[in-house]
């Protein structure tokens, strides 16, 4: 009878561990892929042009990134990330970090949008007067 008990107190305590690991493993994955598609850029200002420079992730080793600037209206402008995989390359989809440089002629209290891949993604500008 003592040893039927031990038994299913085992097997309640390892269900309970397994539901918490997967209900918190999951929780924190969550955040942890919101703050990664934020994308950090900092804006160094002057006399009306924006030299704009960051970090993005693409989904692999062989994807490139080609990233442009567009106007929207007088006050905004969006910063347009592309990938694209380079055919005939096997690789590990894992996220690798690529550097970007853009320029960008608006003023100085221009709002910035940031499209990855035809999708909003918020941005993070800090900005520095030269």
Known sequence: M?????FWFIVIVAVVAFLAYVFFGSALEAIAQEEASVVTVQD???????????QVFVPSECHDLTVRVK????A?????????KQPYRECVQEPVPRVFRAVAFAPVDVVFKGIYDGELVPLEIITKLK
Request: charged content about 20%.
């Open 71 to 74: 106007d929207i209206d007088a």
């Open 2 to 6: 003592e040893a039927m008990r031990t």
């Open 76 to 84: 905004t402008t969006a910063l347009i990330f592309e990938t694209w």
């Open 44 to 54: 160094q200002i002057s006399a009306g042009t924006h030299e704009l420079s960051g």
